[in-house]
């Protein structure tokens, strides 16, 4: 099974494959690039913001990596998206306010919208996030400031790791836990060997598998937890109903 996440947060969901009895081969897809020392940035100005929005642990991890820890008891309330999010954010000791049942930045949106008055909100985020956060609560009268605190980026050696791999394993199922891996898989290999009929293709939520059926993949397995957990568990269903 074909784990296309970046390399650091790869091993947990190796783990649960294992754990499953699948064979995990890791070939990242992904990495990702600190652009700013964040807490010098806004650090001083935090108080100025009612809310904080994470919608990955990474925003979390990239926000949070040059904090002092004293500092941290002077935050704003917290948002969150999803349950690696806020594990996450528990490592810095910070506990979430705000979380939706539906791990999706639709979700979250709309239940702040329901929850809160509108107020100025802080958005740390990747440089391929999506405009949901920002066009949906500003369309609703708070005032939201993006920060990119992270690029993504494509490894330079990932089309000659994912080649390796399918010459040296039998890989059955490719899992994809973001559209930027979609995308970066599609851009590295022929749509000839993308169709293989003996590939199964499996997506951590709607966003993911969305971006696939735009780019042409196809689509077999998603999960309804958007988990890593779900993911695994989703594709144990399948093979179990399909024999």
């Not at 609560?137 to 400031?145: A, M, P, Q, S, W």
Request: with cysteine; net charge neutral.
């Amino acid at each position: 099974m074909l784990i296309t996440r970046a390399k650091e947060q790869a091993s947990s969901l190796s783990r649960l494959i294992e754990e499953a009895g699948g064979v995990p081969i890791e070939v990242p897809l992904l990495s990702f690039i600190k652009t700013m020392d964040v807490y010098e940035e806004v650090g001083a100005s935090i108080q100025s913001y009612e809310w904080i929005v994470f919608t990955s642990a990474n925003a979390v991890r990239f926000f949070f990596n040059t904090w002092p820890r004293q500092e941290l008891k002077k935050l704003p309330s917290i948002a969150a998206v999803g349950s690696s999010t806020q594990r996450e954010l528990s490592r810095y000791g910070i506990s979430v306010d705000l979380m939706p049942n539906e791990y999706v930045a639709e979700s979250l949106v709309e239940t702040m919208v329901k929850r809160l008055k509108p107020c100025r909100v802080l958005f740390p985020k990747g440089n391929l996030a999506r405009p949901t956060v920002k066009v949906g609560l500003e369309t609703n009268g708070f005032i939201v400031d993006e920060m990119t605190v992270y690029e993504t980026k494509r490894p330079l050696e990932a089309k000659v790791m994912l080649c390796e791999a399918f010459q040296k394993h039998r890989i059955e199922i490719i899992t994809f836990t973001s559209p930027s891996a979609v995308d970066h898989f599609v851009t590295l290999l022929d749509r000839e060997f993308i169709l293989h009929e003996h590939l199964l293709y499996a997506y951590i939520g709607p966003i993911a598998a969305a971006r696939a059926k735009q780019r042409g993949l196809p689509v077999h397995i998603v999960a309804k937890t958007y988990t890593g957990e779900g993911l695994v568990n989703a594709i144990c269903d399948f093979v179990k109903e399909d024999g």
